[in-house]
């Protein structure tokens, strides 16, 4: 499922190709994504100029002028990859647009819980109540202590938790608690101080790796140039059950913890 630094790889694809192109064309192939894609909305961006594209945690922000912004989210095995324009078009392609230039957009998606829509950027209420940006300043211990002090939930579930940091899923949730030395299932009021900021820091040196890494690839996540990330070579916990910790050599854990898997070293993480 990508997350903030997939997201961000695919962000950073797409303004190098697609910045200042003009959108022609518009083929809403299977509408029933998360929700129904509204084939005239997305048909009206045909004559639409691409301008910036931002990202709001997994959301991909595509500003079209007159205030409208074309939003994207990829759900859960949802691609945008960019080919050219006499690609046939791939199992599982549900949204096709081209553009003034060589290279077409294809929106895949086999579980089709990703979704998209056009709209004024004040009417997109999916942005309402997301937590601050973990790459940003103001994402700090304070903040972490600010919204978990007193809860008793457990510091993963807090860290995969949209409206207290925006972008982190499980990959990189369990990356970030091993590199701060602190358990996933610890109790986030019997987590102190001094290590919700090292929850911070950890946040964001893990995630700006990953970003430099443009991400984690295990089967299905690739770029918008349909190239593979590299995090998978360095990640310290996620996904290493039983192989030895790159501290200390101590096998790795895995136990389920709220639906997912959870990975730590049983001694980093006392
Ligand atoms: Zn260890």
New binding site residues.
């Given amino acids: 499922m990508p997350e903030l630094p997939e997201v961000e790889t695919i962000r950073r694809g797409l303004e190098r190709n697609l910045s200042g192109a003009t959108i022609v064309a518009v083929d809403v192939r299977e509408p029933r994504l998360r929700r129904v894609v509204d084939r005239r909305a997305l048909g009206a961006l045909v004559g639409r100029r691409i301008g910036s594209i931002g990202r709001r945690a997994k959301y991909l922000l595509v500003d079209v002028g007159d205030g409208l912004v074309w939003l994207m989210h990829l759900g859960m095995s949802g691609r945008l990859l960019l080919v050219p324009e006499d690609e046939p078009a791939a199992e599982h392609e549900h949204v096709r647009v081209d553009f003034d230039g060589p290279l077409t957009l294809r929106y895949r998606d086999p579980r089709r819980f990703g979704w998209m829509r056009v709209a004024r950027r004040e009417e997109l209420d999916e942005l309402a109540g997301l937590g601050p940006e973990p790459l940003e300043r103001r994402f700090a211990g304070a903040r972490l202590h600010e919204w978990l002090r007193g809860t008793r939930r457990d510091i993963k579930a807090a860290l995969l938790d949209q409206r207290v940091v925006a972008g982190i899923g499980n990959i990189y949730a369990n990356e970030i608690l091993f590199l701060a030395g602190v358990r996933p299932t610890r109790r986030c009021h019997r987590v102190r101080r001094s290590e919700l900021d090292a929850i911070a820091r950890a946040t964001r040196r893990v995630l700006r790796e990953a970003v430099a890494r443009r991400g984690t690839s295990f089967s299905d996540y690739f770029d918008s140039d349909g190239i593979p990330g590299t995090f998978q070579d360095v990640l310290a916990v996620f996904d290493r059950a039983g192989e030895p910790?790159?501290?200390?050599?101590?096998p790795?854990k895995r136990r389920p913890q709220g639906g997912r898997s959870s990975f730590y070293?049983?001694?980093?993480?006392s």
């Fill in positions: 910790c790159r501290t200390c050599a101590t790795i070293c049983p001694r980093c993480q």
